[in-house]
């Protein structure tokens, strides 16, 4: 068994200069993930030729997969580091930003493209109350709840966006995870009343015809939320939406 655990780590010291690359070894320990690795290298920041340099910078909150704030590239592929277990691989452990958002130092990145896409596509209930439960609240079948939970799972980690080949600095397209939340918007008893608005936010430029239906998204997101089935329902609402533009109704 290896008595260290290596990793090869592409560093950017501000946004607008380039990248480089720097290798780190620290004593291997049983049962670390990419994120507790990069705190030991934090505590002592010397790469393997030796050259102590500023510790490599990265975000990360809950440790749990459940913020979405530690997503990275590791070994080619955007996922959590707080569940990306050392022991599980290969060596060295290539650790990259995700690459369709700005890089802001080293790993840490500006998702504010993604949450800018979901204010426009309006992805949140307007509400000033509740419903009476025992009255006159509305029933959702199982069906619908089964997805509307699996569509609310997403963490707005950006992985799918990282993988998705439309998504990117210079493109207009909306990302699969802002799309998926028009789905479960439209889905809430309230939401549904601002169907129309988001259902045309989609129709608009870099909306859901953007989308070639690579299934690179579904393959890499963590909460296993179904994308691809989200888009192609949202699919049958525009186009339903479209003949109720055209004849009314």
Known sequence: ???????????????????????FAIPYRREHNVVSALLAIRENPVTI?????????????????????????????????CSALVDTLEQP????PMLTFPVVRDLLVDRSAMFDNLRR?????????SWDIHTGAPRISPQEWDLNYALSRCMTCGCCMDACPHFGLDRDFIGPAPLAQVLLMNSHPTGKYSRADRLHAI???????????AQNCVRVCPKHVPLTAAIGKLGRQTTAQLLRDIFGG
Not at 5 to 14: G, K, N, P
Not at 121 to 129: F, L, P, S, T
């Open 121 to 129: 596509v309006k992805a949140w209930i307007d509400i000033d109350g």
């Open 93 to 96: 452990i290539v650790l990259e």
């Open 203 to 213: 129709m608009s430029d870099g909306g859901l015809t953007d989308c070639s239906s």
């Open 49 to 81: 030729d030796g050259e102590r340099v500023a510790p490599p910078v990265w975000d990360s909150n809950c440790m749990e997969e459940v913020c979405g704030s530690c997503s990275l590239r590791v070994n080619g592929r955007a996922r959590q580091a």
């Open 1 to 23: 068994m290896a008595d260290t655990i290596r990793f090869r780590i592409r560093r950017q010291d501000h946004p607008d200069s380039g990248p480089y690359w720097q290798e």
